[in-house]
């Protein structure tokens, strides 16, 4: 088991940049280290079902991202400090959304962009972008 707890999020103006952070904090003597946890943020609006935005893999040497923010966002993760952070760049309003930061020991490979896929979730942090 592990608790994700995220931070970072706040009101940023259209083509501004943005780190959020998620630390990650596991019961002594769990079976699995930081180390052993795929990681990943989505992103949710209301009304909407919760998206993929990057998933990066237990080592950080592999990452996915969507479509809509390749290029603009980044993935990475400390596996001393036990965190992974995503950074965001050239914002724009449809960016606007909950950010939640989610784990799951079992997935070796990147690619997993179903919610589904993920056996642990934060609360989420709001990021608003303002036009």
Known sequence: QVQLV???????QA?????????????AGSDYDFSDYAMAWFRQTPGK?????????????????????KGRFTISRDNAKNTVSLQMSELKP????????????SLRVVGHISTDQYAYW????????SS
Do not use: K, M
């Open 6 to 12: 995220e931070s970072g999020g706040r009101l940023v």
């Open 15 to 27: 083509g501004g940049s943005l780190t959020l952070s998620c630390a990650a904090s596991q019961p």
């Open 49 to 69: 079902e919760r998206e993929f935005v990057a998933q990066i893999n237990w080592s950080g040497d592999s990452t996915y991202y969507a479509d809509s923010v």
């Open 94 to 105: 449809e960016d606007t959304a909950v950010y939640y930061c989610a784990a799951d020991h």
């Open 122 to 129: 934060g609360r989420g942090t709001q990021v608003t972008v």
